[in-house]
Structures are given as C-alpha cells and as structure tokens.
C-alpha cells in the first residue's frame, strides 16, 4: 500500500506516519513535510524521487507531473488505466493526505495552493480507489480501519470525498472574494461567493415544524463557537437569535456593569447601574411582565449574590455572562434546571448582513452610529441639560436595536418603556407611555424614525418626557418642531435612521 503525503498544517503528522509505516505504507511526501519526516527518521521517499524532477519556482511545482496525477487518478477496473501505469512504472496510491496553504487565515497570492487542490480533487474523483484526508481530525478514524479491516470503507471514502470538495470549494470561494474585494473601495462587491458549513443541529427551527441548524463560514469562527452552555436544556433556533441579540447589544455598553433583557430579539429590560446587582434589579423592574421567559444577559460575572436576585424572580430562558463563580453555577444549575446558564466571549463585529427574498439576497453593511452624539443637533427652544445627556445616548442607541416603529423611554440609565414593531409611531409612544407609566415624568424618549406626524411627540410631552430624540427629516419636521415648543420639551435630532426589521 502507497500514500502520498503533503501536508502545511503538521498536526497529527507523525502519529499518523508512524500508525502507515507500521502496516506496510510506502510513504511519499513533498517539501516541508518530507523535511519533517526526515527530521523525525521516519522512512519516505520525496516527491522529487517519483517524478524524476526537481521542484521549481520557489515551490510553485512539484507535484504536478503524471506519476504523481496517474498514480492518484488511475481507475484500477479499467485494463487500459492499469496498462498505462504498467507502462510507465507507476505504482498508484492507495491514500492522500493533504491539506493547504493558510489562505483562510493569511489572503494572498502566495498562499493560494495550486498543487494540493489538484491532488485533493483527484483524489476525491477517483475516492472508488483511493482515501483523501484533508482534515487532521480524520487521522483517528483511518487508523483505525486499517488496523482492523486492512482498508477504508467504501463509504468511509465516500465521506472523505464529499469532505474533500466542500474545502477545495470554500477555498475557491474565499479566494474569488478577495480578489472581487481587493483593492476595492466599495463597501458591498459586486460578486459574493458564500459558502457555509453546518456545526450545529437544532432541536427544530422558528416553530416545532419547521428544520433548523446554526451555520457559519469555514475557517471563521464566531464568538458562538467559544460560547459554553454549562447548564441546561440544549439550546433552541430562538434561544441562539435572542441570545445573540442580547449579547452584541450588552457590548455597546462594557465600560460599566450593565444588564439587557430581550424578549422576541427586542430590548424588554436595560440599566446601567454602579454594581451589576444593581443593574440587575434595575433591568428587571424595567418590564417585569416581559422578562418572563427572556433572555438575560450581563456583561460581569454571576457571583452567588447576582444569582440570588436573580432567583428571586421568574425564570429566563437564557442566562448568558463572560463567567460564573462556581457556587453561583451550582445554586443557578440546581434551581432552574431548564434556563440555559451561557459563558461567552464578546461577540466579533458583523460586517454585512444578509436576508433572504425568495431565492435571491438582500445585503446591506451592518448599522452602526456613524453620527456622534456631541453632532447632535438641539432644534427646540429649550435645551438640553448636561445631566441628561447620558440618557440621550442609552434612549438612542436602545432604540437603533428595537424592531421598528420603535420608541423607547429611559430616565436615569435604565429603560421604563418600550413600544416595539407597530405599524405607527403612535401606538409604539403609546405602548411605551403605559409601560413607563408615572416614571417617564422627567424622561428621555427615542424615535428611531422621524414622527410623521406632531401626534407621537404629543402622546410622548403628555406623559411628562422631558427630552425627546429623533433623526428629524419629515416634511412636517417644523410642525412637530412647535409641538414640542409648546409642550417646553427639548426637541434633537440626530441626522441619523436606524429602522430594524
């Protein structure tokens, strides 16, 4: 039996040579990996010594030759496959073991490997004869049948193949977008190749009917493949998109202790508080009707006193924090057996967002404040006072992650109410006025679209807000100007939409 070798990642390499050469494998392999053998006195013959050639261009060739691709791609049921080999004195592999330069990590000219996507697809043509491994995770399992049948499995080749062409593909694709994207100002390219990889299986999707799985792009990992879900029932297609929105959210504010609860990937619960218990508790009373069964998120550690308050009131479905004390895990896991308690790292920033319609995409670059609050602009005649400028800044950025039309209402950096989705802007100010109730006296209100009307700006003065934050830009924008003047409330607006649907 034969094996050709060519490997730049060297993980498993030599337990993987060793376990070959002792069941008889000559072993074939090119440039560094070849060095690497020699360097650990394992017996192979190179590359160079198969094909009679000396590799050449800094590398650039050394496999591509016919007693390498003939030896990988002869059909060994075909009499004219094997006279051609018997010809030429090529003796054909039985496996391949090959993976590629790090052009997923490291984009560039000379990381794109030529030679070993030629093996690799060879290989995984011609799988009826021959084994590729691509993955240092297969090792194990090629070892394995071996020893115990003296080959690979039919449909253990099969499975390497499949494996095999989903890399050379991704590799493909991650190549043609870099070179779509480089050297290019504009911030969506005018092609997109995406290609995904399934690594988690879902109990079900949206609703009990409905197939679901998490997804994400080969060779780039998301903060959800560090995330631990130390206890708890298996988490759910909503449970991820809620947690998900809870925790990029919570990032906006991680200079201080501060809680978010999200219901329906909305913001039902927010503060901003000295201590994270503080927080907590502010958070909560924020709508406790609504944290019922939401997703609780906090950006310090669960200590036994945090999981104390929160014990204390009804149970989330979600509890995702950076850590937990191992007595706050303990006392968590042992009274709320079905919340599922999360240790996450911060989330990475998205770059694009992408809908489906039909079978065709919508693509935007993801919403982020690009106007700073101090560009703010005060068009009322009354001003707004120092003392209120963090809860403009809470209110807006609140608002911006709220399904629109949305309002929101904040007074002393936690949320009092929050009108979300309606198909006006004044049912949201109303929602949001009764949620609030007597404690939007004195508050700061948030639109995230203009009011097209001077009627979401009434509903928001009767209720007592004294600020009120808009992107201004309605062709009524002078009207709801004087509404505001003579309700005496501070009228800004940002130069700035952020609708979320």
């Known amino acids: ?78 009499a004219s496959h094997r006279d051609d080999l018997a010809q030429r004195s090529i003796v ?21 490997d030529v030679g070993g ?19 240092p995770a297969d090792y194990p399992l090629i070892l394995g049948e071996l020893k115990g049948a003296g080959k690979v499995s039919a449909e253990t080749r099969r499975s390497l193949a499949t494996k095999a062409f989903e890399l050379t593909a991704r590799y493909d694709s991650a190549i043609s977008n870099w070179l779509e994207s480089e050297g290019v100002e504009e911030v969506l390219p005018r092609r997109m190749t995406l290609t995904l990889e399934r690594v988690q299986t879902l109990r079900y999707g949206e609703n009990p009917h409905q197939v679901g799985a998490r997804y994400r792009q080969p060779g780039v990992k998301s903060w959800w493949d560090s995330a ?13 998109f809620d947690a998900d929105a809870a925790w990029r959210f919570l990032h906006e504010f991680d200079q201080e202790p501060a809680v978010a609860i999200i219901k329906h990937a909305n913001p039902c619960g927010f503060a901003i508080r000295e201590t994270i218990e503080d927080a ?9 009707i609504s944290a019922f069964g939401g997703i609780v998120a906090v950006n310090r550690n669960v200590d036994i006193s945090l999981a104390g308050k929160i014990l204390a009131n009804p149970k989330a479905d979600v509890m995702i924090a950076p850590s937990y ?17 999360i240790a996450a790292p911060a989330p990475e920033k998205n770059s694009i967002d992408i809908r489906t319609i039909g079978s065709g995409f919508l693509v ?23 003392e209120k400028l963090r809860d403009v800044d809470i209110a807006w950025r609140l608002c911006a992650r709220t399904s629109s039309n ?20 004044v049912d949201s100010a109303r929602i949001a006025v009764e949620k609030a109730g007597e404690r939007a006296r004195g508050s700061v209100a948030a639109s995230d679209a203009f009011f097209p009307f001077r009627d979401g700006l009434d509903t928001l003065a009767a209720a007592g807000v004294s600020v009120i934050v808009s992107p201004g830009g309605s062709i009524r924008d002078q009207e709801v100007i004087d509404a505001a003047d003579e309700a005496g409330v501070v009228l800004i607006f940002t130069g700035e939409r952020h609708f979320r649907h």
């Open 1 to 78: 039996m034969r094996a050709l070798i060519s490997v730049y990642d060297k993980e498993g390499l030599i337990d993987l040579v060793k376990g070959l050469t002792g069941l008889g494998f000559e072993l074939v392999a090119s440039g560094g990996t070849a060095a690497a053998l020699g360097e650990s006195g394992i017996a192979h013959r190179t590359v160079e010594e198969v094909t009679g050639a000396a590799e050449m261009l800094d590398g650039r060739v050394k496999t591509l030759h016919p007693n390498i691709a003939g030896a990988i791609l002869a059909d060994l049921e075909k």
């Open 280 to 288: 907590y508790q502010a958070a909560f009373e924020s709508d406790p």
């Open 325 to 341: 004390d191992e007595d706050a895990l303990a006392l968590m896991a042992g009274k709320r057996k079905n919340t599922r308690l």
């Open 117 to 135: 996507p030629t093996m690799i697809r060879a290989a995984a043509k011609n799988h009826a004869h021959v084994a590729v491994v691509v993955d």
């Open 92 to 112: 054909p592999f039985d496996l391949v073991v090959c993976n590629l330069y790090p052009f997923f990590e490291r984009p560039g000219i000379e990381t794109i």
């Open 228 to 240: 631990r879900l130390l206890s708890g029932m298996e988490l759910s297609y909503l449970n991820i």
């Open 364 to 386: 935007q670059d993801s919403d982020s404040f690009k106007v700073p609050l101090e560009d703010f602009r005060t068009v009322s005649k009354a001003k707004l006072p120092n």
């Open 406 to 425: 949305a309002i929101v209402i904040a007074k002393d950096r936690m949320a009092l109410g929050i009108g979300a989705g309606q198909q006006n802007r």
